[in-house]
């Protein structure tokens, strides 16, 4: 029976021993977990500033296109208007995609340790004492934190999402939610490009994109603690440079153009 419950320990950790196995899982976990709005920052939060960066940044390229063909400036405002909302209609339902094809990923992990937790109870157990002993519990302590996780199914499978995989459902928002977030940070840009388009027709676009570009950084920024000054900085140099080579290769070509007509 000793040999037997041997060789299903060997098996539930694929050759490896219970340290490696967590070390494994817990990276899976954190590779499960992150997505393009990143596992700190909640993901209406990251879809609402990543909606703003994206947008300012497109509606500033289609200004500037519209601006060297000198359309007069209703046009500018109705091309503006209509790549605008059909910038919402993709940011909002691919934000809610991504969200939904992530909780598919995490339902399919959920379902895949409980399953291992009904069938490898005793490996479960001693992988949480791994865990357990590198925070310190040893001895009977760490026996009687064991026997009270084990006891309920539930707080065993929420402890073993967090403790291995680095999960927590509860940091994740719902699809529609993040959606939301995407919606509002795609719709305040057409609105306000339109608007400064109107009331500046040569500089208001500018200054609200850089602006609205500037905000969108601080706010991930912020959410996820890092520093402010280097995210401007690399925010707008990504942004220089391509709006740059947008205005350096449109005037290669409307040059060339014009010297073969």
């Known amino acids: ?108 992990v959920l379902l895949q340790e409980k399953w291992e937790i009904e069938h490898h109870r005793e490996q479960e157990r001693e992988e949480l004492a791994v865990l357990y002993a590198a925070k310190g519990f040893h001895g009977q302590l760490l026996e009687d934190v064991l026997d009270v996780l084990m006891a309920d199914g539930d707080r065993l499978l929420k402890v073993m999402l967090q403790e291995e995989l680095g999960l927590s459902l509860e940091d994740h928002d719902h699809p529609l939610l993040q959606g939301l977030g995407a919606f509002v940070g795609s719709l305040a840009p057409t ?46 140099g990504a942004a220089i440079i391509t709006v740059s080579t947008f205005y350096l290769l449109s005037e290669y070509f409307i040059t060339l153009k014009m010297a073969t007509t």
């Open 191 to 236: 609105i306000l490009v339109a608007l400064s388009l109107w009331l500046s027709p040569l500089f208001g676009v500018i200054a609200i994109c850089t602006l609205l570009l500037l905000a969108a950084t601080a706010i991930t920024t912020n959410a996820n603690g890092n520093d402010l000054i280097p995210a401007l900085i690399w925010s707008i």
């Open 1 to 108: 029976m000793l040999k037997g419950k041997r060789l299903s320990n060997h098996h539930h950790f694929k050759g490896k021993d219970p340290v490696n196995h967590v070390i494994e899982t817990y990276a899976k976990g954190v590779i499960t977990s992150t997505e393009v709005h990143g596992m700190e920052t909640p993901g209406r939060i990251s879809a609402f500033a990543d909606a703003i960066r994206d947008c300012s940044i497109m509606l500033l390229l289609v200004w500037m296109l519209l601006y060297k063909l000198n359309l007069p400036l209703f046009q500018q405002i109705m091309w503006i208007s209509i790549f605008g909302i059909s910038l919402v209609i993709w940011k909002t339902t691919r934000s809610a995609w991504l969200g939904w094809a992530r909780l598919e990923r995490l339902h399919r």
